[in-house]
Every structure is written in structure tokens, then in C-alpha cells.
């Protein structure tokens, strides 16, 4: 199986500043990485896929990159409302696995 | 718009069944793969199944294999998850989510859960 490990697992941050969060595979995965926000007591919400593809509807704050078994999720702005868990999933081949999150929260 | 709706959770004792259900709505269901996504309390996302459109290729988690199956009713809409001889381990929110296949397989649609509670 692949694995997938995110960094940092939390990160403490003001509105408006640019967040960072790291995804690192196991073993390559090409571009088939998407990155999935949830918020306490809902479902996850799909932001980006194939690595660098915004999901309809999510705003351009939001920017991810990489290839191969090294994924970024930028949010280059902090809002109030992207105040959540960031989980990373690779895509490429059974069995789909996550890595464990990163939480984002309010400093 | 898309719709995904889970029922069917409950609490169960150790070794029991239930079965999920999803019912989907405002897409062409038959076109589309389907998973099943779970959430253990206060832990991260795993994956458990997923089964392709026609029903025919089924994936399972090794956590799973043997004890859930995944299946659909297309002509219903519905997608169904029948889980036996249930664990403690198994108490999870379960979400079913709307397979995108693009160079890999992505969630884009997801229901808001049903939970599962394993527990004498």
C-alpha cells in the first residue's frame, strides 16, 4: 500500500496569512493526488485533484502542485472560513489511502 | 444538483450486521463508480470500497475484505454497503462519495455520513 504523510500536523495561523501544508508518497503517484477540506462534523469537500486541478466552485486562494511522491497545498490568503482538517489522497492505484491531516486552526 | 443521502447506521453488538444505503440524486447514476469512506472518532479518513458503474469490480480495504460487501442498485440509484461480523474497530461515520475518474480515482460528491456504533 501506499503511504501517505502530511506535514506539518497542525499549523497555527492569522487571516491573511499564506499556509503550506506538505504530502509526501510512499511511492510515486504521478499526479494522481487530490486534497480534501473537512470541517468538524461534516463531510470532507473535494478542493483539488490530479494535483493542481481547483475543483469547481473553490476559490483560486487555493493552489496545489507537485509530481511524483512530493504534493503542496497553498492557501495564499487564510480566510475564517478555511479554518479545518486538510486531508491529502492518492488517486493512482488500490488501495486509495489519505494521509493523516493537518489541521489548520486560528492563532 | 447532486445529492447523496446515507441511512442505515445504528448501534450493533460485537460479530452483528447492518447495512448501509445511499441514495443519490440530480446525476446519471449508472455512469459512475461509488465509495464508501469511513471516519473513526476523532481519527482521519479510510478508505473501505469502491465499485465501478456497472457493479461488476468491486475493491475492498483489507480491513474489510471478506466481512463487507459493496453492491448497487441502478436501477434505484441506490449504492449499498452490507457489513457482517462487525468489530469494535468498525464504529466509524460512514460516508458514501461519487467517483471521479480522471488518470485515477477521486471523491467528488459526498454524503454527510451515517454512523455505525459497535458496541455491547
Known amino acids: 500500500d501506499i503511504q501517505m504523510t502530511q506535514s506539518p500536523s497542525s499549523v497555527s495561523a492569522s487571516v491573511g496569512d499564506r499556509v503550506t501544508i506538505t504530502c509526501r508518497a510512499s511511492?510515486?503517484?504521478?499526479?494522481?493526488l487530490a486534497w480534501y477540506q473537512q470541517k468538524p462534523g461534516k463531510a470532507p469537500k473535494l478542493l483539488i485533484y490530479?494535483?493542481?486541478t481547483l475543483q469547481s466552485g473553490v476559490p483560486s486562494r487555493f493552489r496545489g502542485s507537485g509530481s511524483g511522491t512530493d504534493f503542496t497545498l497553498t492557501i495564499s490568503s487564510l480566510q475564517p472560513e478555511d479554518f479545518a482538517t486538510y486531508y491529502c489522497?492518492?488517486?493512482?492505484?488500490?488501495?486509495?489511502?489519505f494521509g493523516q491531516g493537518t489541521k489548520v486552526e486560528i492563532k | 444538483q447532486v445529492q447523496l443521502v446515507e441511512s442505515g447506521g445504528g448501534v450493533v453488538q460485537p460479530g452483528g450486521s447492518l447495512r448501509l444505503s445511499c441514495a443519490t440524486s440530480?446525476?446519471?447514476?449508472?455512469?459512475?463508480?461509488m465509495h464508501w469512506v469511513r471516519q473513526a472518532p476523532g481519527k482521519g479518513l479510510e478508505w473501505v470500497a469502491l465499485?465501478?458503474?456497472?457493479?461488476?469490480?468491486?475493491y475492498y480495504a483489507d480491513s474489510v475484505k471478506g466481512r463487507f460487501t459493496i453492491s448497487r442498485d441502478n436501477s434505484n440509484n441506490t449504492l449499498y454497503l452490507q457489513m457482517n461480523s462487525l468489530r469494535r474497530e468498525d464504529t466509524a461515520v460512514y460516508y458514501c462519495?461519487?467517483?471521479?475518474?480522471?488518470?485515477?480515482?477521486?471523491?467528488?460528491?459526498w454524503g454527510k455520513g451515517t454512523t455505525v456504533t459497535v458496541s455491547s
Open positions: 462519495a461519487k467517483e471521479r475518474y480522471i488518470s485515477g480515482s477521486y471523491m467528488d460528491v
Open positions: 490530479v494535483a493542481s
Open positions: 511511492q510515486g503517484v504521478s499526479s494522481s
Open positions: 465499485i465501478r458503474s456497472d457493479g461488476n469490480i468491486k
Open positions: 440530480g446525476f446519471t447514476f449508472n455512469n459512475y463508480g
Open positions: 489522497q492518492q488517486a493512482n492505484s488500490f488501495p486509495w489511502t
